[in-house]
């Protein structure tokens, strides 16, 4: 497997962690998003949408942290990450839309403005994240993981960004079942880091 | 079944769209967002975003229409809307994380601070609509369909904020595939419109 990377990003993150959660070996192909890279016709053929990450697994090319997650936690994750019971599933996916939005919108966006110097309205960035740590923190407080009894890609795909917070101008320390819930993901077999977590 | 709703949303829309599309009756429980229903605690219990929409399957909750909709696509869809083989589960899952992302917060914002008054950055809003309804365009040229060649979760996920564009002030004259593809979503058997659709 090949995945078109750029270490500093959360979304590429993700994948990297769940890649070694699952101790699936993988090829990195850094993209430089600096020069212009993922702008390029033959990026934007595997992407229209010229982001990373982007997966080719043996010529199957998947883009998008969801569909990457959703694809190999299918073929790689037997019941544990994304369980096919109509139910279970939904738990997840309910996570999983938070990610996509109130961190991805929060606290991603509120990183890239506070210490990338990416432009940006910066309080409203940081309003969205101040709303989903009160939310994961209720959450967690009463459950030790956020979708079931055990790590989902729900806790996988919410880390990232929850965990890079302080970069975004957020620090945790208010936050102890989060703080918690970060410690348990560090302790998982096969865990990875990345700069600034 | 019961759906938390709004009629005018285009997120609880599309879960009525498809639960008609399944033939699935639903009791819809209409939540006045203006008069702050939705910050109540009780509506809160059922979610803690505080959004509609919310279904309640006999005591089963879920919230969120990327989950709600996975629910009930593998619950009454067979194999049709969202298939459980794990490429072409993702090959849907690629439009969703479209739908909660561009769609989102390029036409649907566009569409409430346009139509509807709220605050926020049209300029911004549209820049990225703009880019989806190209990024669609391009991909429904080449396809009937934007996942599988049959209508999936990911054709009924971006269908409402795409056919409600013209409400942020992005007209689709210039986009005749997805005008096309349009047309082939509101002759599906049990389609159901919302205002302004």
Same mark, same amino acid.
């Given at each position: ?7 500093? +990003?959360?979304?590429? /993150? $993700?994948? @990297?962690?769940?890649? +070694? ?17 993922? $702008? ?8 229209? @949408? ?33 369980? +096919? ?23 991603? @966006?509120? $990183?890239?403005?506070? +210490? ?74 096969? /865990? ?6």
């Amino acid at each position: 497997m090949k995945l078109y990377d750029l270490e500093l +990003s959360g979304n590429c /993150y $993700r994948v @990297r962690l769940l890649l +070694s959660l699952l101790g699936q070996p993988v090829q990195l192909v850094n993209v430089n998003l600096g020069a212009g890279e993922n $702008r390029q016709p033959w990026f934007l053929a595997l992407n229209p @949408r010229g982001q990373v990450p982007v997966l080719d697994d043996d010529g199957f090319v998947v883009w998008d942290t969801l569909a990457i997650m959703t694809y190999l936690a299918r073929k790689a994750g037997g019941e544990k990450w994304l369980p +096919s019971d109509p139910k279970n599933m939904a738990r997840v996916m309910q996570w999983l839309a938070v990610m996509e939005n109130e961190t991805q919108y929060g606290l991603a @966006r509120a $990183r890239v403005i506070a +210490s990338m110097g990416f432009p940006g309205n910066l309080e409203e960035a940081q309003k969205i994240g101040l709303r989903v740590l009160g939310i994961l923190e209720a959450r967690l407080t009463a459950h030790d993981w956020l979708a079931l009894p055990h790590c989902t890609l729900a806790d996988i795909g919410c880390f990232p960004y929850v965990a890079l917070a302080r970069q975004g101008g957020l620090p945790l320390d208010d936050y102890p079942a989060i703080l918690r819930w970060i410690a348990r993901i560090k302790s998982l077999q096969g /865990y990875v880091a990345m700069p600034g977590v």
